[in-house]
């Protein structure tokens, strides 16, 4: 079992930047994929950013390329996400997630392959 912890969510102005993080306990998290989801209100979850076992293979959603950038400190079970240039639209609930069943790259995109999931961090982007 993997517990997950998110934090540094909060309430930014459109253009500020943000960084979450996620803490990760129980097991060492160097054998997992990694991966951040969001939630909007009144929408389905969708997927923001992964990053492979090793972080060598880094995905991101078309929304947020260029502006968002996901990073791993396995030394220290703990998993980042670097937001920057937020728009209103980016508000969401964010979860962190990791999974020991992604193998291809389509499966990094997909929330049903990750097991484990952090209860969320609310950003909030006013315009």
């Known amino acids: 079992q993997v517990q997950m ?6 309430l930014v102005q459109a253009g500020d930047s943000l960084r979450l993080s996620c803490a990760a306990s129980g097991r060492t998290v160097s054998r997992y994929v990694m991966g951040w989801f969001r939630r909007a209100p009144s929408k389905e979850r969708e997927f923001v950013a992964a990053i492979g076992r090793s972080g060598d293979y880094t995905y991101y959603a078309d929304s947020v390329k260029g502006r968002f950038a996901i ?12 937001m920057n240039s937020l728009r209103p639209e980016d508000t969401a609930v964010y979860y962190c997630a990791a999974s020991d069943r992604v193998y291809y790259r389509t499966e990094f995109y ?5 097991d484990y999931w952090g209860q ?3 950003v909030t982007v006013s315009s």
């Open 5 to 10: 912890v998110e934090s540094g969510g909060g």
């Open 71 to 82: 990073s791993r400190d396995d030394a220290k079970n703990t998993l980042h996400l670097q």
């Open 110 to 114: 997909t929330g049903g392959r990750y």
């Open 120 to 122: 969320g961090t609310q």
